[in-house]
């Protein structure tokens, strides 16, 4: 299974929360919310984020418009995501 850290998000709109991102990415790629949620439910890629040098997992939450992302530490669900800049 590959591990991939996401250090940039799209959104639309950008204050909206985190039912708005549209695609993660770093600088080898990007990729669409759907499919970054195929993958962690597939269980062939996980992705995470480094804020501060600790470690947050990407997981799934259903919300009431459907699937999403979030990053999870320290068995909080959190908004690391959010935090990080635009995807070129």
């Not at 996401?6 to 919310?33: A, D, M």
């Not at 949620?37 to 597939?42: A, F, L, T």
Request: proline share 2%; net charge positive; charged share 20%.
């Amino acid at each position: 299974m590959s591990d991939v850290q996401v250090t940039c998000i799209n959104k639309l709109p950008r204050q909206k929360t985190h039912e708005g991102i549209t695609h993660l990415g770093n600088s080898t790629g990007k990729w669409t919310r759907a499919q970054v949620i195929q993958w962690i439910e597939g269980k062939t890629i996980t992705f995470y984020t480094s804020v501060g040098g600790k470690r947050a997992n990407i997981g799934v939450v259903i919300g009431q418009n459907g699937k999403y992302v979030r990053t999870y530490a320290d068995g909080h669900w959190s908004d690391n995501l959010l935090a990080l800049p635009e995807c070129a």
